[in-house]
């Protein structure tokens, strides 16, 4: 699986791009022509052959009434501090019910935060990857529930961006309705098309760690000495994700 993370400054994108290669670069090809599995229920939890899952887990349950009322709280342990989430059923329930069986999966526990930004218009911590590389994912896919109460953001004059604020959970893709486990907590507002699902908010324990990640700065590189978008200097790795009865 290869799901290499690329950013446009100019428009302020997050996107995933995805492709299959193997070690030697050629395409790999599924073992059958079968086509992928996919749920029955309303979030049709699509698998996806040529991007197999960096960690063996199935398809999440897709009840014909995903629960869409009510909040979920997540007790994230990192190796930088707590990071508490608060995952909004009543804004993206097939999100909420997929982040949720990859957490009772362990999916994400013992994974690194491969990405952080420092753009002026883009601040956002990425984690959700095991191979750590950007690269990784659950090995199936699933529908955006895009955000439609977020304000336009006041860095764009155009209007077409929107605000997402210091705070919020999002889940990153490689396009329309390519959700998988990657996702993005925002450290400080940034202003990006409201094509990324927003499914909860931190903590205000985990908006102290995110600041402190955010402080580190980014590994600099030898074309890049002071970079705006790369690894996070401060090794950040979820230690646990819970499911937990507190806020």
Known sequence: MKRALMTALASAALVVSGGSTTSGGSTTASASDAPPRTTHGPCQYTQTPSEPAARRVPLPPDPRHTPSHGTV???????????????????????????????????????????????????????GDPTGTGEGGPGYEYKDELPVDLPPAPSDPTGARRLYGRGLLAMANAGPNTNGSQFFVVYGDSALRPNYTVFGTVGAAGLKTLDKIAAGGIEPTTPDPAPVDGTPVLRTELLSVRLSCRP
Request: glycine share 4%; hydrophobic share 35%.
């Open 73 to 127: 709280g997540m007790a994230v342990r990192t190796s930088q501090g707590p990071l508490p989430l608060r995952l909004d059923r009543a804004k993206a329930p097939c999100t909420v019910q997929s982040f949720v069986h990859l957490a009772r999966h362990q999916f994400y526990d013992r994974t690194v935060c491969h990405r952080l930004t420092a753009y002026p218009t883009l601040k956002v911590l990425q984690c």
